[in-house]
């Protein structure tokens, strides 16, 4: 059991980066290029494959996650929008805390609806503060949970809220712009978190290039995750694999 945190938990204190290829379950519906894409990831040494967003407007995510989890030779973790995504295939879930939202139903509303369920498939749920952070645009992130994001240039209060999460017992910190967002999360506020709090850090939305990532890891991000950018360019794997795990 646990066995996906314990993996984060000793990349971080033995300070490994690690890759997350996002796969987003109505992208998923394209079976070649889902195809493509787990396996550039596996080739490429991503760590883990991610499945989920904020919203899905396909039935067949349970289908998905099982096409991901036959290609991949790697841990399969969901990353769910909502108690609907959540699927027996997967090694673990993100159990998500929207705490820089006030929105209750996405602080405790939907984990009383999914926790029976989390347990009935035995996933392992991994303790997850959500914070999500201005980047540029609403993204379907914003507008689906209805909460205001932390504002880009503020660092502080994300490393407060963050520090918060810590306190309140969670396992994780997600700081995430949110899908196809035109910037990512500033190094500055990833450097802000990882000075208050001791927690894996994973970070996504909108990374685009080997530079970005390696800043980013640079800052203190232990997990960045990338969606977008890899079904845009399949290929781009390779050099931001080699950019986290340099
Ligand atoms: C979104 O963190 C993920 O929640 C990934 O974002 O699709 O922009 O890479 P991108």
Request: glycine share 8%.
């Amino acid at each position: 059991m646990a066995e996906v945190l314990k993996f984060l938990d000793a990349a971080r204190s033995e300070g490994r980066k690690l890759l997350a290829v996002l796969i987003d379950p109505d992208f998923g519906q394209d079976e070649a290029a889902l195809e493509r894409t787990v396996q550039n990831a596996c080739m490429a040494k991503a760590d883990l494959l991610f499945v989920g967003g904020s919203l899905m407007t396909s039935a067949s995510f349970d289908q998905c996650v099982h096409r991901v989890k036959e290609l991949a030779d790697r841990p399969v973790v969901l990353f769910p929008g909502s108690p609907a995504q959540l699927s027996r295939h997967a090694d673990a879930v993100l159990f998500l805390s929207l705490i820089s939202g006030r929105n209750p139903e996405l602080l405790i509303g939907h984990h009383v609806t999914a926790a029976p369920t989390v347990k009935a498939l035995g996933l392992e749920a991994i303790p997850t503060g959500y914070l999500l952070v201005d980047g540029g645009r609403t993204t379907t992130a914003h507008y689906v949970s209805q909460s205001s994001p932390i504002p880009h240039d503020k660092p502080g209060i994300a490393a407060a809220t963050a520090l918060a999460g810590e306190l309140l017992g969670l396992r994780a910190i997600y700081l995430d712009t949110g899908s196809g967002a035109p910037k990512s999360v500033s190094p500055r506020m990833v450097a802000a978190v990882r000075d208050a709090v001791k927690l894996p850090i994973i970070v996504g939305g909108g990374i685009r290039d080997a530079e970005q990532a390696r800043a980013l890891c640079e800052a203190g991000a232990d997990v960045l995750v990338v969606g977008t950018a890899f079904e845009q360019d399949p290929e781009l794997i390779f050099a931001m694999s080699e950019a986290v795990h340099g």
